[in-house]
């Protein structure tokens, strides 16, 4: 088993700044890929961004691309979302997942465990 805890999120106004982290325990020589999805309310969860176990391969959904940046520090088991000129169609709960994969992917079925999620809040 992978405990996955996420913290970083918070209220913040358009136009700042939020950093995510995700901190992974239990079985970690399982992880390879990690991700963040996000779930607006009312709306189905979406992938946010993805890294491979060396970070030399990342993915970043569109609405992301240019404002967030994703990277992990293996010796802490930790991955992070740097998420900058944050906007209020960002609002969301954020969770981190990891999966076994080595490639990177966008399809949430393809991770195994997942956080319980942060709340990140962007107002107007």
């Known amino acids: 088993q992978v405990q996955l805890v996420e913290s970083g999120g918070g209220l913040v106004q358009a136009g700042g700044s939020l950093r995510l982290s995700c901190a992974a325990s239990g079985r970690t020589f399982s992880i390879n890929t990690m991700g963040w999805f996000r779930q607006a309310p009312g709306k189905e969860r979406e992938f946010v961004s993805a890294?491979?176990?060396?970070?030399?391969?990342?993915l970043y959904a569109d609405p992301v691309k240019g404002r967030f940046t994703i990277s992990r520090d293996n010796a802490r088991n930790t991955v992070y979302l740097q998420m900058n000129s944050l906007k209020p169609e960002d609002t969301a709960v954020y969770y981190c997942?990891?999966?076994?994969?080595?490639?990177?992917?966008?399809?949430?079925?393809?991770?195994?465990?997942w956080g319980q999620g942060t709340q990140v809040t962007v107002s107007s």
């Open positions: 997942a990891s999966g076994a994969r080595t490639i990177p992917t966008t399809q949430a079925s393809l991770y195994d465990y």
């Open positions: 890294i491979s176990y060396t970070g030399r391969a990342t």
